[in-house]
């Protein structure tokens, strides 16, 4: 598959959650992961990042949306429950692009949210878990460009 991606999660606070998208992110073959704002507990991943992510895949994190840099060319896209958000099913990904979900009890921060070209949601009846959602992007994004 051509093209690359990163993902990442503004104000994360969870450790297994953090692990758990970094894992998904190495199994998917991202070529980044990031994080804005994580809380300092989410840092502690070593027990949920089983495949040792962190020697394969970078990870950046950036304390302000201001620090945050995407490499040229990458387009930002929000994971989020929001109205001017396109269904996933039916989300044309782009060759370079970066997921950009917001925190596990609340959502993309407005500032985020403007920073995004584009915004998707799953369409389930409620939110679920950041790194399902996480997951359920990189799979869809790996199956609509033909990378299986």
């Known amino acids: 598959m ?3 991606f990163g993902i990442g999660s503004e104000r994360i606070s969870k450790a297994m959650n953090l692990g758990a998208v970094l894992r998904t992110a190495h199994a ?7 994080t804005v704002g994580a809380h300092h507990n ?9 495949s040792k992510s962190d020697t394969h895949l970078p990870l950046y994190e950036w304390e302000t949306l201001g620090e945050m840099r995407m ?10 429950l929001d109205d001017r958000a396109v269904d996933l099913p039916s989300f044309r990904h782009p060759l370079n692009a970066a997921y950009f979900l917001g925190p596990e009890k609340g959502s993309l ?20 878990n950041l790194s399902v959602a996480a997951a359920i992007v990189m799979y869809d994004r790996t199956i609509s460009l033909g990378g299986y």
């Open 2 to 4: 051509r093209g690359y």
């Open 28 to 34: 998917f073959n991202a070529s980044f992961a990031f």
């Open 42 to 50: 989410a840092r502690e991943i070593s027990l949920s990042d089983t």
């Open 71 to 80: 490499p040229k060319g990458c387009v930002l896209v929000g994971v989020e």
């Open 109 to 128: 921060s407005p500032e985020a949210s403007a920073l995004c070209i584009h915004i998707v949601k799953i369409p389930t009846r409620f939110c679920v």
